[in-house]
């Protein structure tokens, strides 16, 4: 009985001394602050925001940010803050949706590389070469041209994108971890493969796997504004950071803010997820855990 309680007392003291070294980095713990709270904003966009994203004033078109209206109205008297609210939907749901469904894909196409080797590897790993010999913003935008215009499409093409590096990350740890001696131990005393993976090799995958998706979405969510940008995601009059800014275009002496705010908007985002995923990354390195 007391191995098990030693094991529960090790867990817990690692989990106390990881958040204590996480909150010792203010940066970190802003981005994960900002992350939570853009996430929660695009959550509860029906309640936060102070009007439809939809509606229209004429008489109040181009008004500048105060008043009634914080963030000024853009050319047909939409509200600005309302549609940056709702905007925060379209870009948060496909970094997220896009680094999950890249997760769903690269891991265990990962895992078979890394751990199995053999015939595997080098087929997946050249496919994935193949992928990674495009830029991912490149690659993004051909797919979505393939596929579509649409906020679905758009996602779809950024998941595509997203896969080898998570693929290289998964099989970069797989091989480490399979030379690992209670890995070894394990296979000696005759655990099948199945046991091996799902119980000493993918739990000890999560670090760096986690710290990649804190990459992935930022890039994921450029890539969203990209594509609606250029036409290729979020079709108006469905308000996305990416449609305000190409919507902004004609406007852009006459009034600044229309591009001004939606920037921010995408700039303060990504840089949350990007500090979050340094601090994580410095956190989670297993030589200072030593």
Known sequence: MSAPIEVVGWRTRRRVRLRQRFLRRPPAVAGLAFAITAILIALLAPLVAPYSPDAQNFGAALAQPGGPHLLGTDELGRDVLSRVIWGARAS??????????AMAVAVPLGLI??????????VIMRFTDLLLSFPFLVLAVGLAAIL???LTNATL?????????????????VL????????????ADGATDRVVI????LPNTVSPL????????????????????LGLGVQPPTPSWGVMLSSAQSFITQAPWLALFPGIAIFLTTLSFNLLGDGLRDVLDPKALT
């Open 92 to 101: 948060i749901q496909a970094g997220v949706v896009a680094t999950l469904l």
């Open 113 to 122: 590389a890394g751990y199995f080797r053999g015939g595997w590897d080098p």
């Open 210 to 229: 986690l710290v990649q998706a804190t990459v992935t979405i930022p890039t994921a969510i450029i890539g969203e504004s990209l594509l609606s940008f």
């Open 148 to 150: 579509g215009p649409s």
């Open 176 to 187: 480490g971890l399979r030379e690992e001696d209670y890995v070894v131990a394990a296979v």
């Open 198 to 201: 799902t119980r000493h090799i």
């Open 157 to 173: 093409a950024l998941g595509i994108a997203a896969v080898p590096a998570f693929v290289r990350v998964t099989r970069g740890e």
